[in-house]
């Protein structure tokens, strides 16, 4: 069997391997393999009017899978032309939870079935969206960069400059998927309390997670501390913005671990610089990265980080191992724990004998 394998240098080729020889060589015997490793993240992802956060050039990618009869990638490009270039293909693996890197509908139509990892990285981002709520609440990277430049900032000892704790405070809550449902346990070992506003999540499911369910204009009114947590749709791109950071609580602050589109970001520095909020903690961006002269790049109570919540050593391999063992459970007719076009995975499983090359 021969299977492609796209790493970079986040999720790197050798532990695909592993994976397979691990999970898949005892199914389909030898495994050959075409290989290739990707510079990102020190190059930039690109999108283009077929699919979305790729890296790579879709041309050598044909070229390498052609004959493969597995592709197991994070972030390579596996377009149309891929897809036609790979006769023999039965399944792709994607390390991540939207794979906006392939062309799904094609795979559709080629009944290629296309396995991903939701909430590979899950921990990860709870762990940094804490880490972030601490950071600007406390004002720690903004004592560092000053302590790194030679400047000693004692000033921020001073009551009118001293941050708050998170003990006791209201944080809300926009979007109520896992990861925002994981991060609950770590606020309330705060004592803080927590509003939650997701249009989509029933008020009795928010209930059963002892959080207090609440409509977006009581949130905002109402929180110390604001997190962003909903998925990027066309509904929902630029839902927080100049009415909204008006709404909020003077002094609150702001964080986005989510995705930079859910945010007029233009309203958010306004709102920084004009002191109505104490302050913001940004981990994505409308533009990435942004540009020199972005404004919020200017301020002093902001914290901003290159989009690496969801980077850590666990986060790799868990998704390397999501989908590796899905591609195995798929060569053996067993149930798939993730697969983002099941139609197509039905129809091949429905088969009487095990679909190995």
């Not at 290989?35 to 993240?41: A, G, I, L, Q, S």
Request: aromatic content about 8%.
């Amino acid at each position: 069997m021969k299977v492609t394998v796209i790493g970079d240098r986040f999720i790197w080729s050798s532990f695909f391997k592993e994976a397979l020889e691990k999970y898949l060589s005892s199914i389909a015997g030898k495994l050959t393999y075409a290989t290739k490793d990707e510079n990102w993240p020190d190059v930039p992802l690109v999108s283009d009017d077929e699919i979305g956060e790729f890296v790579g050039d879709s041309s050598e990618i044909a070229e390498l899978s052609k004959g493969s009869d597995v592709i197991v990638t994070h972030l390579a490009p596996i377009s149309r032309a891929v897809l036609e270039a790979s006769e023999n293909l039965q399944i792709i693996g994607c390390c991540r939870g939207g794979p906006v890197n392939i062309n799904v509908a094609a795979a559709n139509q080629r009944k290629i079935a296309v396995v991903n990892a939701p909430g590979r990285n899950s921990q990860t981002v709870v762990e940094f969206t804490l880490g972030l709520i601490l950071t600007e609440c406390r004002g720690i990277s903004r004592a560092h960069c000053a302590l790194a430049d030679g400047v000693w900032r004692g000033d921020l000892y001073r009551y009118d400059r001293a941050g708050r704790e998170l003990n006791g405070q209201t944080i809300g809550l926009i979007g109520f998927g896992i990861i925002a449902r994981m991060l609950v346990p770590y606020l309330k070992s705060f004592q803080m309390r927590v509003l939650v506003y997701d249009p989509y999540v029933a008020a009795e499911q928010i209930a059963d997670v002892g959080v207090d369910h609440s409509d977006l204009d009581t949130l905002l009114k109402s929180s110390d501390i604001i997190s962003m947590h909903a998925r990027a749709t066309p509904e929902t791109r630029g839902m927080i913005g100049e009415k909204e950071f008006r709404r909020m609580k003077p002094g609150a602050y702001f964080i986005n671990t989510a995705r930079g589109s859910l945010v007029d970001e233009n309203a958010l520095y306004a709102a920084l610089k004009e002191g109505r909020l104490a302050g913001a903690a940004l981990d994505t961006f409308s533009t990435e990265p942004p540009p020199e002269d972005w404004p919020l790049l200017k301020l002093d109570n902001v914290t901003l980080t290159p989009h690496i919540a969801g980077s850590s050593r666990e986060a790799a391999r868990r998704g390397v191992d999501s989908v590796v063992c899905d591609i195995a459970a798929f060569f053996t007719g067993k149930p798939l724990k993730h697969c983002v076009n099941p139609v197509v995975l039905n129809e091949k499983l429905g088969r009487k004998t095990p679909l190995i090359a």
